[in-house]
């Protein structure tokens, strides 16, 4: 099975604070990203990255920042945290197949709140 | 632009009975619909999808979705619902063009089981 491990379950940060989420996957996935989840507001993407060093933006890239160093790991990192950070993040991965051939597996979510 | 609308944030039904949640997409172009279901504390995973072909799509868990092109819909259905499946679940459409794997979730709909 695939495995994508997301480094924290929870984590508590303060404001102004640079905040590093880890994401790693075990299948040798090309494509890896990062979404936010709000209640009410489903999940929103941040950024994803389909190759080492490789990445684009998301829908909400703003406050935010990508690495991706090696192809089993994705990090997001919050460069000054602030309260409207609060939230859910989810990594997910998944191959690159023929056109629309594609199946996203889902850590299991950091939920990081800012004090 | 495309976009999915998931018509009910909440949906409560008792066990056994049938359920129905409702996903509403837009696009001009062909797509590629999924339906993901979030198990409290987990990530997501895949419930099914629509690529081409037959219209009516059927998933993990006994769940099917139909494909409607003429109504711009694709609605998620079990005939008998038990506990177990209280969860959140999530429509999306691939996004068109672009990066392979880039999904566009609809705001999610809570599916809550009573006995």
């Known amino acids: 099975d695939v495995k994508v491990t997301q480094s924290s379950r929870y984590l508590v940060k303060r404001t102004g604070e640079k905040v590093f989420l880890e994401c790693v996957q075990d299948?040798?996935?090309?494509?890896m990203f990062w979404y936010r989840q709000d209640p009410g507001l489903g999940l929103r993407l941040i950024y994803f990255?389909?190759?080492?060093?490789?990445?684009e933006k998301g829908d909400i890239p703003e406050g935010y920042s990508v690495s991706r160093e090696k192809k089993e790991r994705f990090s997001l990192i919050l460069e000054s945290a602030s309260t409207n950070q609060t939230s859910m993040y989810l990594c997910?991965?998944?191959?690159?197949?023929?056109?629309?051939?594609?199946?996203?597996?889902f850590g299991s979510g950091t939920q990081l709140s800012v004090l | 632009a495309q976009s999915v609308t998931q018509l009910d944030s909440q949906v409560p039904v008792f066990e056994e009975a049938p359920v129905e949640l409702r996903c509403n997409y837009s696009?001009?172009?062909?797509?590629?619909l999924f339906w993901y279901v979030q198990y409290p504390n987990q990530g997501l995973q895949l419930l099914l999808k629509y690529l081409s072909g037959s219209t009516l799509v059927k998933g993990i868990n006994g769940f099917e979705a139909e494909f409607n092109k003429s109504q711009t819909s694709f609605h998620l259905r079990k005939p008998s619902v038990h506990i177990s499946d209280t969860a959140e679940y999530f429509c999306a459409v691939k996004r068109y063009g672009g990066s392979q794997g880039n999904l566009i979730f609809g705001k999610g709909t809570k599916l809550s089981v009573k006995p």
């Open positions: 990255s389909y190759d080492v060093k490789m990445k």
């Open positions: 997910a991965s998944s191959l690159i197949l023929g056109q629309g051939q594609q199946k996203l597996f």
């Open positions: 299948m040798d996935h090309e494509n």
């Open positions: 696009s001009s172009v062909s797509v590629y």
